[in-house]
């Protein structure tokens, strides 16, 4: 049967008012019987306790999951989401998971093909709501995403895309980090998305970092701390829930917890110092959701568990020391850094146990899920314990609206997904984080009359955000359009001697070479091109599209740009400070260390040229 209500875009029926008032006509009598609502038509706390006690122990154990689902509908997904969904879930839909399971929230992925498009994931929303709210006590769902932006989003065009945190760092203003909360997070509660996992709190003060490195705003942990807290008032003033992660600190690590369990070497004075004040700045700002790390920080317990699993992080630091009572959430539950001790019925269990309330994309939800509910009957998990978690995210659900207004229909979206004044802020706040680190002999801005030829050679990593890609093509298009005769060759990201003879050779037809770098490392394929382009003697414009660390690797190369991303609105604001279109007002937002010596500073923080 086809869904008229989470169809995608077009002449689309939708649900009717008398419909969606119907489908959470169950909720609403229960809370109005259990206690009056809040002025603003929220349930009030005694309201929301009296509904707590009145949960059986498998519809708390529901809401304490936050899970995938493949599909871009709630109740009609493509054939192959419903295979996915058959065999990781167990249920064919977005509409039979939340009614087997009643999940307290889901979570949006672009690869589980949730985002298509704005108007497509508001009914894909919708219908999730509908699903839970007309089951018998049925509940809204805290639907969320990943949308950092930079190099991680799950939301791309024609939503706006703004510039990460380490763009944002080098910008160094609080309020443009406020505005992209402000404006980010009106567009995601627009399409239904309430809780946004972002801003990274980390601090990155490791060079070699796989994992953090410009999802952070930086290594100075005063200043990440202060756009931490204007991100979070940002996001949290449009209604939507932000989410400070990786608790207790994920920026000194060599090893991606995704693949690995780090160990954080930090002493307690060290982490009180560094890592602590970004966590600390989120929670004054009143953080709704803090999300957890998987890694281990024997400094804060020696008992070899990761900090996901830890009581004397979580509950002794995080809730006591630190004093918040928000949402604790955990990073994803498939990540190598929370298996790698226990299994994965024990996580869950052992995650509550630590004081975590929102158990995040288990790899078994109903391994998982039945574990935490033996877990109860048993008695190694009280009810009481389910309930504090339970009542800390039907407050948030509260908060966010979701008991008075759990729809958004297409309204919204028109009004707000997208808009040309949003798009605009996206690229006048990128102009100010574009980061000019070497100009010899005042080589920028590129003269069109001495310079009209452009290649544009380097890395065209997979754009992880939704934005028209390649890198290459975008700088080229870009500059084109800035008045260049700009051709695109991808080399990239680690080029073989014939693909950097082909680049030399274009070179010496052209009158300058823009290169786009990407982790460039010590005799790497990248470090070899743009030597060899140096030595043809053309004009050579370096622009790191992710770690600034590049510059290191470079130092041949007369100019050199920091971008942070290779998302389109970080690539056209480098293209016009190259073009002299606007000048770089970015400055390093962490340290780059010499290649031969890592031991000496080449560039500190606070580093940047203009013109």
Do not use: C
């Not at 929303?125 to 950092?148: F, K, M, N, Y």
């Not at 207004?405 to 997208?418: D, I, L, M, N, S």
């Amino acid at each position: 049967m086809h869904d008229t209500g989470t169809a995608s875009t077009g002449s689309t029926a939708h649900p009717s008012r008398r419909t969606l008032l119907a489908a959470g006509a169950g909720l609403t009598a229960a809370l109005a019987a259990a206690a009056p609502a809040t002025a603003a038509g929220a349930p009030d706390d005694s309201a929301l306790r009296a509904l707590v006690s009145r949960m059986t122990p498998e519809e708390k154990v529901g809401q304490l999951f936050v899970t995938r689902v493949y599909g871009h509908s709630a109740t009609d997904p493509d054939q192959a989401d419903i295979d996915a969904n058959l065999k990781e879930i167990g249920v064919r839909t977005a509409a039979e998971l939340v009614e087997r399971y009643r999940v307290g929230g889901i979570i949006y992925f672009a690869w589980a093909h949730n985002t298509r498009d704005p108007h497509q994931i508001a009914d894909l929303s919708d219908g999730i709501q509908r699903a839970s709210l007309g089951l018998p006590h049925g509940l809204p769902v805290l639907i969320s995403t990943d949308q950092e932006h930079g190099i991680v989003a799950r939301v791309g065009k024609p939503a706006t895309l703004f510039p990460g945190a380490m763009a944002l760092g080098a910008g160094g203003s609080r309020p443009d980090a406020r505005t992209v909360g402000r404006l980010a997070g009106a567009e995601l509660r627009a399409m239904g998305i309430r809780q946004n996992y972002s801003p990274v709190a980390d601090v990155n003060v490791n060079p070699a970092n796989p994992v953090i490195g410009v999802r952070s705003f930086g290594a100075d942990p005063r200043a990440v701390s202060a756009l931490v807290a204007a991100e979070v008032a940002g996001y949290q003033g449009s209604g939507v829930a932000a989410t400070a992660k990786h608790f207790p600190g994920h920026g000194d690590t060599n090893v991606d917890s995704h693949t690995g369990f780090p160990t954080i070497t930090h002493s307690r004075e060290l982490w009180e110092e560094l890592d602590a004040p970004p966590f600390r700045a989120a929670i004054a700002a009143g953080i709704d959701s803090i999300m957890t790390a998987h890694l281990m920080v024997p400094a804060l317990d020696d008992s070899g568990d990761p900090a996901t699993l830890s009581h004397p992080i979580l509950t002794g630091i995080l809730r006591e020391r630190l004093g918040y009572d928000g949402v604790v959430v955990t990073d994803s539950l498939g990540m190598e850094g929370v298996r790698s001790k226990y299994g994965d019925d024990r996580v869950p269990v052992l995650a509550l146990r630590a004081g975590v309330d929102q158990l995040l994309n288990p790899p078994d939800l109903d391994l998982a899920w039945n574990a935490v509910l033996t877990s109860v009957r048993e008695g190694e998990l009280t009810e009481a314990r389910l309930d504090e978690s339970v009542l800390r995210i039907l407050r948030l659900k509260a908060k966010l609206g979701l008991f008075r207004a759990p729809y958004v229909g297409h309204a919204g979206v028109e009004r707000t997904v997208g808009t040309r004044g949003h798009l605009a802020a996206a690229d006048r706040i990128a102009e100010r984080t574009t980061t000019l680190l070497v100009n010899e002999g005042r080589l920028l801005p590129l003269s069109r009359r001495r310079h009209p030829r452009v290649l544009v050679v380097g890395a065209d990593p997979a754009s992880p955000s939704g934005t028209t890609g390649p890198p290459t093509g975008v700088l080229a298009g870009a500059l084109t359009e800035l008045g260049f005769s700009a051709t695109a060759l991808p080399t990239g990201t680690a080029p073989s001697a014939a693909t950097i003879a082909k680049a030399v050779a274009a070179a010496r037809d052209v009158d300058a070479v823009v290169a786009a770098t990407y982790n460039v490392t010590a005799g790497s394929g990248q470090q070899a091109l743009v030597e060899q382009l140096v030595a043809t003697g053309r004009p050579v414009v370096a622009v790191a599209i992710r770690n600034p660390y590049d510059v290191a690797r470079l130092p041949s190369v007369p100019a050199f740009l920091a971008a942070y991303s290779w998302t389109d609105v970080e690539l056209r604001a480098a293209a016009r400070v190259i073009a002299g279109r606007a000048r770089p007002r970015g400055r390093l937002p962490v340290p780059v260390q010499r290649a031969d010596d890592p031991e000496q500073v080449l560039y500190p923080i606070g580093y940047g040229l203009t013109y």
